[in-house]
């Protein structure tokens, strides 16, 4: 695993150097759809990183946001967002990561979630602990619903009934924030991230990170995440609550 | 205007580091309303800015997010939020801000929006160009409000019918950021934040910053901001999209 995590790394490395160039800059900006914006940076990032890995790893499969699947002739598949929270790239905020991940078949190997401008990077690896700039970090313990926080990018992530019924029980919601907020639950700062719509793309690299710090992700249904699931992701810091949120869940 | 100037990056220095040494860490959180978490570091900040204003400046009155009202003796007052965004600080999400600006009556003098852990500041001083980090800002031109770039900090800051008709209008809306997105604007990098429910020392030091840098800031009627506002509060990098705006406001 050494060697491909050394190789996530570089290509995290190169992903921060090519969207340094970008942030705060003008760019163009044309919408792929109403709620997502694609960058110049975003594109160029990809072209970069499937050259790599397609060099490096040729019989292994990709699957990025911006240039689609290249078959797997091994099992084994990158998944690339190379700036995911586009929208708080655009604005300038620096709270959007890059996401690189290496799954085999159903089961995630590796996964990055990189903070190219204030240099923020967690790593999760199958079997080991997850690390936040080489530190290694954990879920905090929060058994109690009422004091968890929660967090999630959108209200559109969730339901109008779903928000209702989650301010009456919880003290804490956070918006904003995309792959950051599961970032920060792996640190124990978070505890519960709830979120629909997501592309594989932009939940496989959070998959090993957030269980290798101690939490669980799966869908509303409490399924276990694949690239195949249907974009309904919940994050948990600490699994007890998680029966509570997903019978929430089913309830919608 | 220079000493009060260095006067004020002097109480950001010292809030940042306090700030620093809170962030991430485990602190006592209670909550005194369900959506205004306040910490120790809140606290201890605002405890020493005010104790470095009154030795300094024994005249000037203060007003503070948790300590409340000085009163002036000439006119002055200092405007203090140590930590705008207090969610964001506690889930460990650098996008809060220290708050700090003088006013002498209805008038802003100075204005300052510090982000300690990313070293980000943004300094506002009457009469004079908007500055971050040492460099002068700018709003964007944005004459069409179809591709401005809309920020608030919360739905809750806005109405369910005010979404509903600015998604119709309106292609870009980030959620989250406090007292950051008004930095992003006065950047240029976003166009309009709508919000509500804001007391005087969430946008106190916002005003000169984002006129310094060629914006405008005013209520939900259109009436200049003062420490008086009613919390309904709007800002515009390019003017020409305020008319449009504040007649969707008068609607809801």
């Known amino acids: 695993m050494q060697e491909l995590t050394d190789f996530a790394n570089a290509l995290a490395d190169e992903a921060a150097i090519i969207i340094a160039q970008y942030f705060r800059q003008p ?4 919408h792929k759809t109403k709620s997502d914006p694609v960058t110049v940076a975003d594109r160029a990032v990809e072209q970069k990183l499937r050259q790599m890995i397609e060099a490096r790893y040729p019989d292994d499969g990709i699957l990025g946001e911006e240039f689609g699947i290249k078959d797997t002739r091994n099992g084994r598949v990158w998944v690339l967002d190379p700036i995911d929270g586009t929208k708080s790239f655009i604005i300038g905020r620096p709270s959007f990561g890059t996401l ?3 799954w085999d078949g159903d089961t995630p190997l590796l996964g990055v979630i990189d903070q190219p ?3 923020e990077r967690w790593i999760g690896i199958k079997g080991q602990a997850t690390t936040f700039n080489g530190q290694v970090v954990h879920v905090r313990s929060c058994p109690d619903l009422r004091n968890a926080r929660v967090g999630s990018t959108t209200p559109r992530y969730m339901t109008p009934s779903l928000i ?11 918006w904003g924030g995309d792959c950051y907020l599961y970032g920060l639950l792996a640190g124990g700062n978070l505890d519960i991230v709830i979120e629909q719509h997501l592309e594989p793309f932009d939940y496989a690299a959070l998959v090993p990170v957030v269980h290798g710090a101690g939490g669980e992700m799966c869908d509303w249904n409490g399924r276990p995440l694949t690239l195949q699931s249907n974009g309904q992701v919940a994050a948990f810091g600490d699994s007890s609550l998680k029966e509570e949120i997903l019978s929430m ?3 919608i």
Not at 27 to 30: E, H
Not at 164 to 174: Q, S
């Open 164 to 174: 209702v019924e989650l301010n009456e029980k919880v003290d804490f919601i956070a």
């Open 117 to 119: 401008i204030t240099k």
């Open 27 to 30: 760019v163009a900006v044309d």
């Open 249 to 251: 869940l089913k309830n």
């Open 100 to 102: 690189i991940s290496l």
